[in-house]
């Protein structure tokens, strides 16, 4: 037997293993690396709570809730792709298949629309709005729509078919209205809107990990409980309740889940597209039969790529970052198309 | 153990599926369904397994309507499988028979040595052992329709209701899922209800046969009788004749192509 398969049968778990250190390497060099060129030793001092004020600013203020926005962000979004695609049994879903990415749009234009008018009469001048309720009413927004799609399919049974057939309707007729909204603008709110459609994580603060952070808890905490529920929703309805699955209740709480973890990370950091979608097919790719692997794996996936993705968009953007949806889009794109072609 | 369905009706639509269907099985008791296509018999046994939700009617197991049982005690007592079951590409045959056992396990509990015991049983009652680590895309229709049947096997269940097990079967393992019924229904006293086309095999196996047409009852009653009645020619729209084996085997039909009727 060769190497490589001593090491698959001897350490089953190996891709965990193997993963693990790179995700950790991956956020470690996302905080010590950036536009601005810092010593590792100052970067050092500011994480052990020393250091100028300039570098804890750099460091303490943006670079390292950036970071830990892009994580939390990654794994939202690669686990409500890897959710959706397991009940809808479609592997091309992703959070914009319930149209929360949509929902999460179009509250944003009209919150901008309105509160601009509400409180600002000039809508050149960008300082004038509030941006910082912009990750809360995307996330009100996206679980908004992602509940009115439930309950149109409900309507109808709740079959994986029925949740993307009203999915895809609802979430084209919000991004419409979405669009109508922006193109009567001025150019400040088409600014903060571009920038958000496009994914950023430019100006993530602290703010945004705390938003994130127990939703990302909640989430992960449920997932031990959803584990055999995911793999009995991959079967056919009459398959899965014969086995003994409360099909709608367990599908119910599984697309619920989804859409909150979606919501709230498109509305932190905007639709980083591919990610949801890519991410759980890479996972299924490395982890093969062994299925409790997927889960695991998605979570380290998704958190390392958009933390990368982000590194790679400041390195080479240098003070015009390149946007990480951007980035996750460009290299999502080969890394779907390989994967394609090796699934027979 | 009892389970009987009172008046069902059951419609798709605007097209009535079933009209008022009466039955009950007994423990140990080997039902077979037959009729031609579109008869109801895939749909009768959707709602026996309590899939379907009846327009009227009732079905209960042990005097409980089956709608109040929580879908994890039901599927301790009665396992179904239905006619094109559909399963993840990349699953292997033990993952799947392993899945049978969910009912049992729940959502958390870790699979003991009893779990195992049923997914080994399981697998060598089918003949599947050797390949339990086989992919399901791997196999052949007659393979896999194996594996499906130990993964209702796995459940453990009193009682087993298989819509048309043998079709995508050779001759060979058509006559091994039948004489695996039989053995349920003997040694472990499992109910089985199924639904299949061939005639002969459903009189062989089956304690009693039930006839449907468009959806209606039209006989109830062991083969003898049935073959008697003269039903099967005209519900089948053919031609020809019961013969009689002899040494109390099943009466056999033999069907006359050239005299049966446009």
């Known amino acids: 037997m060769n190497l490589a398969g001593t090491i698959q049968t001897r350490f089953p778990d190996w891709p965990l293993w193997t993963l693990a250190p790179v995700a950790l390497l991956a956020g470690t060099a996302a905080v010590f690396m950036g536009v601005v060129n810092m010593p590792p030793g100052e970067v050092l001092n500011v994480l052990l709570g020393h250091g100028s004020a300039d570098a804890r600013l750099i460091i303490g203020d943006i670079r390292l809730p950036r970071v830990i926005t892009g994580l939390l962000a990654g794994i939202h979004f690669s686990v409500a792709g890897l959710l959706l695609q397991s009940i809808t049994r479609n592997p091309l879903a992703d959070p914009s298949i319930m149209g929360v990415s949509q929902g999460a749009t179009l509250a944003i234009s009209i919150f901008l629309f309105v509160a601009v008018y509400g409180f600002n009469s ?4 960008l300082y004038s709005l509030p941006v910082q309720w912009l990750p809360l009413v995307g ?31 609802v979430g084209a007729v919000l991004h419409a209205l979405a669009m109508g909204i922006i193109s009567g603008w001025g150019t400040a709110r088409l600014e903060i809107v571009m920038q958000w459609l496009a994914g950023s994580l430019y100006a993530r603060s602290w703010d945004h990990v705390v938003f994130l952070l127990p939703l990302t808890l909640l989430g992960l905490l449920a997932l031990p409980l959803l584990r055999r529920p995911i793999d009995m929703l991959r079967f056919d309805a009459d398959v899965a309740r014969s086995f003994g699955l409360s099909y709608r209740r367990q599908f119910s709480i ?11 990370a498109v509305g932190a950091v905007g639709p980083l597209i591919f990610v949801g979608l890519v991410v759980p097919h890479l996972a299924r790719f490395i982890a093969g039969r062994r299925f409790a692997l997927v889960l695991p794996l998605t979570i380290f996936l998704g958190a390392t790529l958009v933390v990368v993705g982000d590194l790679v968009g400041r390195l080479i953007g240098g003070s015009q970052e390149i946007p990480i949806g951007v980035v996750t889009a460009i290299g999502g794109a080969p890394i779907l198309l390989s994967l394609l072609r090796r699934t027979p | 153990m009892s389970l009987q369905c009172t008046d069902l009706s059951v419609s798709y639509g605007s097209r009535q599926a079933l009209h008022a269907l009466t039955l009950s099985v007994q423990k140990g008791e080997v039902l077979a369904l037959i009729g031609p296509n579109g008869s109801g018999k895939s749909t009768a046994l959707h709602a026996l397994a309590g899939l379907t939700r009846p327009d009227s009617g009732s079905v209960e197991l042990d005097g409980r309507a089956l709608a109040s049982w929580r879908r994890r005690d039901l599927a301790k007592r009665l396992s179904f499988l239905p006619q094109a079951p559909i399963a993840p590409d990349e699953m292997s045959v033990e993952q799947l028979v392993r899945q049978g056992r969910f009912a049992h396990v729940g959502l958390w509990r870790a699979y003991g040595s009893q779990d195992q015991a049923a997914i080994d049983w399981a697998l060598d009652s089918t003949g ?3 390949l339990a680590g086989r992919g399901l895309r791997e196999l052949s229709g007659g393979e896999r329709q194996r594996a499906w049947i130990a993964a209702a096997l796995a459940q453990e269940a009193e009682i ?29 006293g499992v109910t089985v209800i199924l639904a299949i086309h061939d005639l ?17 009852l039209s006989f109830e009653g062991p083969a003898g009788p049935l073959a008697a009645s003269g039903l099967i ?9 019961f013969v009689d084996l002899g040494n109390g085997a099943a009466p056999h039909f033999d069907v006359d192509l050239r005299r049966s009727r446009r």
């Open chain 1, 254 to 264: 599984i697309l619920l889940i989804a859409c909150m973890l979606a919501a709230s």
């Open chain 2, 233 to 241: 020619e005209k519900t089948f729209n053919v031609q020809g004749r």
């Open chain 2, 200 to 216: 002969n095999q459903a009189m062989m196996v089956a304690d009693r046969v039930v006839l449907l047409n468009r959806g209606r």
């Open chain 1, 139 to 169: 996330c009100l927004g996206g679980g908004l729509a992602g509940v009115v799609v439930y309950f149109l399919a409900m309507r109808h049974g709740l079959s994986p078919l029925r949740v993307t057939l009203c999915g895809i309707a």
């Open chain 2, 160 to 188: 087993l209701i298989l819509d048309e097990p043998t079709s995508f079967l050779d001759i060979g393992h058509q006559v091994e899922v039948l004489e695996l019924v039989g053995r349920l229904s003997r040694d472990r």
């Open chain 2, 128 to 130: 599947l052992a050797d």
């Open chain 1, 122 to 125: 000039d809508p050149h001048v």
